[in-house]
């Protein structure tokens, strides 16, 4: 057999799942719509029995299809917003329970991150919001502890106000926050007399009062 032949060979046989892969990811391309409206319903119906709702959406490893649909923003915004959910802070009493606590960090970094990461300023102020209430439903060890903590939330409630005034949630909350705790929710305004730090790595919480 000459060099030739053994070469166009090889490249048929490449072809074939070269050829496979593109119709895949083609069909998967138009399935990936209807499935993440079908995940969403389910999310609505039963936010805190969805764990791992967000994840494996393509057909193929790596996300090709919603990479080329331009929703990997989205899904991560939802798998955020999903432990948020799932972790329910206010709700649920964390203390002592192990598998709690890890979802609760699990929920915070992922909320950090997202406030941080997501090019969409209305997802990064509503991050923000859920960052104020887990940080406002953290478990203190002192005084001076629960007092970073009402000013961290404060501060994020207003940071995402700065990039969405219209976020009822984060009105709402810097709101009780400040009828709460009054003064001492603005940082700077520490019983020591100290400047306290306001950055804020971003967090927050859908929908109501903390």
């Known amino acids: 057999m000459s060099r030739r032949r053994i070469v166009l060979l090889a490249a048929a046989a490449l072809a074939i799942p070269v050829a496979i892969g593109l119709i895949v990811l083609a069909a998967d391309v138009l399935r990936v719509p209807s499935e993440l409206s079908t995940r969403d319903s389910r999310f609505e119906s039963a936010p805190r029995r969805q764990a791992g709702l967000w994840s494996g959406i393509d057909l193929l490893p790596r996300n090709p299809a919603a990479r080329l649909l331009g929703i990997t923003d989205d899904l991560e915004y939802r798998r955020a917003a999903g432990l ?109 007399g100290g400047q306290d730090q306001g ?8 929908g109501g009062g903390y």
């Open 84 to 192: 948020y959910v799932r972790a329910a802070p206010g709700e649920l009493d964390y203390f002592g329970n192990p598998a709690l606590e890890a979802l609760r960090a699990k929920a915070q970094y992922e909320i950090t991150r997202q406030s941080q990461d997501d090019p969409d300023a209305k997802r990064r102020a509503q991050m923000l919001v859920m960052y104020g209430v887990i940080t406002l439903d953290n478990r203190p060890y002192s005084d001076e502890e629960r007092l970073k903590q009402i000013q961290s939330a404060a501060d994020a409630f207003r940071a995402a106000l700065a990039l969405d005034p219209d976020n009822a949630d984060a009105k709402l909350n810097l709101e009780m926050v400040l009828s709460v705790h009054g003064a001492l929710a603005l940082t700077g305004n520490a019983a020591s």
């Open 199 to 206: 950055n804020v790595s971003g967090q927050g919480r859908t």
